[in-house]
């Protein structure tokens, strides 16, 4: 079978299709097997458990926008934060 531009096209346009299925069956696998799960939800900590319960862990910070090759050296953070 040869892959035109337009097959192509068609099969890329499914990756995040694909990419939402699998990202599901890892959370739910997650979630089965260890029972929690850690997420990161309006900008806090969540830990999710099997049963539906949610605690909130902490305050996680803003995204930092990077440009590619961008370096940068990360400070330690204050282990008691």
Do not use: C, W
Request: proline share 2%; charged share 25%; glycine share 8%.
């Amino acid at each position: 079978m040869k892959l035109t531009e337009e097959s192509m096209k068609n099969l890329e346009a499914g990756i995040p299709k694909l990419a939402e299925g699998a990202f599901q069956r890892a959370y739910y696998q997650a979630l089965t097997s260890s029972g929690m799960v850690l997420r990161a939800v309006n900008g806090l900590l969540v830990e999710t458990h099997a049963d539906g319960t949610e605690t909130v862990i902490r305050a996680i910070h803003n995204p930092v926008k990077v440009q590619v090759g961008a370096k940068f050296k990360l400070k330690r953070r204050d282990s008691t934060a």
